[in-house]
């Protein structure tokens, strides 16, 4: 990594963030604003996204058939074809509103690229590692994520000042740490100028991490809910002394394991954070009520059948699609998103009329197919993650059970016996389970993230 590189990065950066900065104001009044002025806004911001987009997209303008963009309302976007991640790969310059910019500009970026950059037009181009088996590239605009950065943290921000922290703050933020993955622009954001910001990558040993954490002694901590549930396991196992009084998990589903254990070590309250690269920021929790609030002043989220027609909120959806208001460079609408969620019912205690979903506990995809058998995450997850002397785990399926990887000093043949016992409720009377203890379990080299469940190729 060249300095230059980096230094000319920052500059513009710190710009950026004086642009979230002042934008905050205003993203944090929204979370008080009542549902039909929420309603309204998302409204009109849909008219302009999809405006913009059949101008501008010829993928778009195709799909929209008879859908007019001046009138059109949130349930209009039923009347448009469901949007997939392969789709969005494969058309990416018919996606694209920006001429000039194509897929091929957008991988010499991230290929030269030594640092987080600009375009000499003010985009930002990340890429995904593909866990889903679809590389993705992503590029987002400098209004895009100003946007972005405001829905990741203006939850944060309200409740501090509810509580009345204030004065100088120090934030660790686990991530990946360099490019091309989002979460280290997104994250390693100082909502006050005052605030010191330290990135530690989240793929480097965790004796590396528990020491970077421990030096920075952070009064916040945001990042990967994975690693920083084995930080709170650390502090609780007296090998690391940190009291933060804020967490802010993303990136990973946030498991009940790692909310007790993040309860018990600091009793901070947790603001988990459900997005994805594509639409940015789609939910977060306020830190007072259950589950997520959705963003719904910036994103339109659509739990569907297996036909992409809407559901209604107390049926079953087979997906959930959503569409980012904030994305018009390269615009998601009716993307699916490959998770399932839940809505939740009633008023939350922190006031806000932002609808909530419950905790999102996984992609589909994380839920493991022995021929016409379905077998859900959960079963390995109530087994592996309950475990107080497993600290992290990874299940790779096999064609008749799964090898598992673990962290830490377990009872092995106890793990395996109760796994297959958790497996024989789905169909899965004798399947074959080997659990191996392993030193560490590598993360993905550019996002940092840990994969848990590893499908059967």
Known sequence: MADGDRVAYERLRAAQLSAVRAALEDHVARLDWPRERIERHRTEGLRALLGWARERSPFHADRMGDVDPATATVADLARLPVMTKREAQEEWDAVVTVPGLDRAGAERVLAEQRWFSYTPEGHQVFSSGGSSGVRGVYVWDWEQYVTLACLAWRWQV????????????????????????????????????ATETVVIPAAAPFDDVCKAVADTGPTALVGYASVIGRLARATLAGRLDIRPARVSTNSEPLTEEDRAAIAAAWGAPVHNLWGSTEIGVQAVGCGQGDGLHVSADEVILERVDAEGRPVGPDEPAERTLATGLAGRTFPFVRYDLGDEVTLLPGPCPCGSAMPRVAAVAGRRDD?????????????????????????????????????????????????????????????LPDATITVRAVDRIPRHASTGKLSRFVPLK
């Open 367 to 427: 839920d493991f197919r022995y021929g016409p058998r379905l077998v859900p995450a959960a079963a390995f997850r109530y087994v592996l993650g309950t475990d107080p002397l497993i600290s992290e785990y990874q299940v790779h399926q096999t064609a008749d059970g799964a090898d598992v990887l673990v962290v830490g000093s377990p009872d092995v043949p106890a793990v395996g016996a109760a796994l297959v016992d958790a497996l024989r409720p789905y169909g």
């Open 158 to 193: 309200r409740a501090d000042r509810a509580a009345g922290i204030g004065g100088p703050a120090r934030l660790a933020v686990l991530s990946a740490g360099a490019p091309p993955h989002a979460s280290t622009p997104l994250f390693a954001v100082a909502t006050d100028a």
